[in-house]
Nanobody, 128 residues
Framework: QVQLVESGGGLVQPGGSLRLSCAAS????????IGWFRQAPGKEREAVSCFNADDGTTYYTDSVKGRFTATRDNAKNTVYLQINSLKPEDTAIYYC?????????????????????WGQGTQVTVSS
């Protein structure tokens, strides 16, 4: 059974940093792409970062470019999201997910694929 567990969230002041982790079990991460999404209060879940299979690059939503960096450690079966220069508008529950095999567009999609396996999320709150 595939399981994703996020950790590393917390309360941080504006300008601060956090490193979120997503530990995978039940799969070998070498063969999977993991995307990061977030859901702010009252808003739909949005893609933050994922691997774009169309051009082989890492996608970042415009609002986080230059501040967020996604990395992975296959030996630890874990992916990370380093988030720097945090802003109050980054406040959200952050999720990692695994895409299905069907190309799609719309909610819960990134890099051309729909994500259908999720962790429980980790809360990031940016406030002074």
């Amino acid at each position: 059974q595939v399981q994703l567990v996020e950790s590393g969230g917390g309360l941080v002041q504006p300008g601060g940093s956090l490193r979120l982790s997503c530990a995978a079990s039940g799969i070998t991460l070498d063969y999977y792409q993991i995307g990061w999404f977030r859901q702010a209060p009252g808003k739909e879940r949005e893609a933050v970062s994922c691997f774009n299979a169309d051009d082989g690059t890492t996608y970042y939503t415009d609002s986080v470019k230059g501040r967020f960096t996604a990395t992975r450690d296959n030996a630890k079966n874990t992916v990370y999201l380093q988030i720097n220069s945090l802003k109050p508008e980054d406040t959200a529950i952050y999720y990692c997910g695994i895409p299905g095999e069907v190309r799609a567009a719309g909610p819960d999609t990134c890099g051309g694929f729909h994500y259908d396996t999720w962790g429980q999320g980790t809360q990031v709150t940016v406030s002074s």
